[in-house]
């Protein structure tokens, strides 16, 4: 018999980066020795938001969830001995996108690389930033030039590489269904490749390679028989919209080009060795189907909903990956389902209620016009409510979370100190020096950097103009500016944004009948509010730092607001003084802070001292995220009330245990809590 004709396996990639650009770079080269096949880089906070690492903001975030890169001389050394014009890089950066790139673009040229043979990928995607990531800078207008601009570069000068991922990701990860994620996804798409168009800068009969380098990057939930049919439906949706509105007539041109991260949100701190079988069973939707077969695969690793994952952690994961890849037949057959109705069916119910998502925000004036008026913030709010809903009420089973809790002890998880990775926190200090003594030499031998003032200067004055920013944006890369100097110049120019939270319109998602749980929470709502003289009691919910990562916030407030609170929430990127400063011009009975990057051990005892001198003694702090449990105590023992983490999904409970710490925090008699 003769041997099947295999498919090449896709691209298998690690999401990977913490610490310092050395650090970064020596774990990149272990990987790459393992069998990985592309580098995804993560950035720090800092350096996906503008910020360089000494900056206020930056307080507890330097190097956490990715590497700290604040200049030139950082991208040499994260990119050390691995030659650049060979790589396929990933890049997760979005608002600084065209700033990182141009770092790349410089290393690449002292490795003595043809830059138009670079291969890789910027995420930047901005309308998924205002919904669901958090690390927008810019208003929606000069953030969108700033992904024009950058798309019309590379069509020019970087050919194969692909100058945006739309990200669909995030928004299953705030809640999205899957009609809504192809829909947002799509109208983004729209969005982006309309202002290409529009901009002047691309010839028409060059306007199909524009269309040829958008790429996607999905995420895949465990109903894996729904995501896979929902990639085909993505498959059809894009044909049609790339042949019908922009006149695309070469089919390969229109392909659908994604990349993929398995679905983060469903991984579980409570057996967390449960989700290795859901990493797998998540990669087999965007690989199965041979027409809707992901490009680029990364996967997380098991104990991600617990903290940083290890080395060893990722390299489970990419073993996952070519378990599959090589030793299973998986890439040696046709498209495995061609002809099912089932199949169908279900992909075109997919589509058709996707293209009525469509052309709502079509009619809305398009994705940004429906992100400035709120409408896809708060539609994600409310699934998101409902999804929860449904954890909490038992409907949506998730194993060892609320079904087949109980469970034999974990040799994975014995010692939670030594389960996860943990950064140094005497590393943002060495990052800080760092930068500090390269703003005073980058001058000097050997660097010889001209003064960066005026490549500064002609960047903002190139953001006053119509002028494509990425000559600019070069200049100040090669003259040593910083990140923090780069996005500096540019918020000068176009000022900052503050998205809409999507909390005060999202409707009820749970009722408060009579007899339920969150009718009795609001019960002893209403009774400590009495007992206290005012009309309501007020909960201040705050995201310090710059984890922009929302949703858990969202749905605490919307669920206190749903129990009798009234609400303060002003979104995220705040730092300790300004959430002390709000929570006594409010004068609060209760604070919830949220934090999902790890910047806990810093940014919430700074909320507590504040808190103290300010006088408010008796304002218990609640403190959720992925907090490991050594760090639990510790906020424990600071002051902290009460800490949750992802195990804990009665929202509704965790409401009533705030009840709990108002009354206690006032000496009031614990209400009876009812069964």
Request: glycine fraction near 8%; hydrophobic fraction near 40%; charged fraction near 25%.
């Amino acid at each position: 018999m003769s041997e099947r004709q295999k498919d090449r396996p896709w691209l298998m990639r690690t999401y990977a980066g913490h610490s310092t650009a050395e650090a970064s770079n020596e774990l990149y080269r272990r990987n790459l020795a393992k069998g990985q096949t592309g580098l995804s880089v993560a950035f720090d906070l800092p350096t996906q938001t503008g910020y360089d690492s000494d900056h206020v903001l930056a307080r507890g975030e330097v190097g956490r969830v990715g590497v700290p890169v604040a200049h030139v001389g950082d991208m040499r050394r994260l990119f050390e001995d691995i030659p650049l014009e060979k790589m396929n890089t990933s890049m997760t950066i979005n608002a600084t996108a065209m700033w990182l790139l141009a770092l790349y673009q410089v290393v690449a040229e002292e490795q003595g690389a043809d830059v138009s043979a670079l291969q890789g990928t910027t995420q930047n995607d901005i309308v998924k930033e205002y919904l669901s990531r958090g690390t927008h800078v810019f208003p929606p207008g000069p953030s969108l030039r700033l992904t024009t601009d950058l798309i019309t570069y590379t069509v020019t000068h970087m050919p194969k590489w692909n100058p945006i991922n739309i990200c669909s990701y995030h928004l299953q990860e705030a809640g999205a269904t899957p009609v809504q994620e192809i829909a947002y996804a799509m109208s983004t798409a729209i969005a982006v490749l309309d202002a290409v168009r529009d901009s002047g800068q691309v010839p028409e009969e060059k306007f199909g390679d524009v269309v040829a380098r958008i790429s996607f990057f999905v995420n895949a939930g465990v109903r894996f028989v729904e995501e896979m049919c929902k990639m085909r439906a993505f498959t059809r949706i894009w044909d049609r919209v790339t042949r019908e509105r922009y006149g695309v007539e070469n089919p390969k041109q229109r392909r659908f080009r994604y990349g993929v991260q398995v679905n983060s949100l469903g991984l579980t701190e409570a057996q967390p060795e449960n989700n290795v079988q859901r990493i797998v069973l998540e990669m087999l939707a965007v690989t199965l189907s041979k027409d809707a077969r992901a490009r680029a695969v990364q996967l997380p690793a098991w104990n991600e909903a617990l903290g940083l994952p290890r080395p060893w952690d990722q390299q489970w994961s990419l073993r996952i990956q070519q378990v599959l890849a090589y030793e299973s037949d998986l890439l040696e057959y046709e498209d495995i389902f061609e002809g099912s109705k089932v199949i169908e069916a279900k992909v075109s119910e997919l589509a058709d209620e996707a293209w009525a998502e469509m052309d709502r925000i079509q009619e809305m004036g398009g994705a940004m016009a429906a992100v400035e008026s709120g409408y896809l913030k708060s539609q994600l709010v409310s699934s998101h409510a409902e999804r929860r809903a449904r954890i909490e009420s038992g409907q949506d089973r998730i194993v060892g979370v609320n079904a087949f809790e109980s469970t034999e002890p974990s040799p994975l998880t014995a010692d939670l100190d030594t389960a996860i990775q943990t950064v140094d926190p005497a590393v943002e200090a060495r990052v800080i020096a760092s930068l500090r003594n390269w703003r005073d030499t980058r001058y000097q031998p050997p660097f010889n950097h001209p003064r960066p003032c005026k490549a500064l200067e002609r960047l903002k004055q190139a953001a006053r103009t119509g002028e494509n920013l990425m000559e600019a944006t070069l200049e100040c890369a090669r003259a040593g500016a910083t990140t923090g100097e780069w996005a500096g110049a540019l918020r000068e120019v176009f000022g900052e944004y503050r998205a809409p939270t999507g909390v005060s319109s999202a409707p009820v998602a749970v009722a408060a009948e009579e007899g339920t749980q969150l009718a009795g929470v609001r019960r002893r709502v209403e009774a400590t509010a009495r007992d206290l003289g005012v009309g309501k009691l007020r909960f201040l919910v705050g995201k310090p730092g710059l984890d922009g990562h929302s949703n858990g916030a969202e749905q605490i407030a919307v669920r206190a607001r749903d129990a009798g609170f009234e609400v303060v929430y002003q979104g995220i990127r705040l730092t300790p003084e300004q959430i002390v400063d709000a929570a006594v011009a409010e004068d609060v009975h209760a604070v919830g802070l949220s934090i999902l990057s790890g910047s806990h051990a810093q940014l919430v005892p700074d909320v507590l001292t504040r808190l103290r001198a300010a006088g408010a003694d008796d304002v218990p702090v609640i403190a959720g995220g992925i907090i490991p449990g050594a760090d639990a105590e510790e906020l424990r023992s600071a002051g902290v009330a009460a800490v949750f983490t992802p195990k804990d999904f009665d929202i509704t409970g965790i409401i009533g245990r705030i009840v709990d710490e108002i009354r206690k925090a006032h000496k009031l008699d614990p209400l009876e809590v009812p069964a």
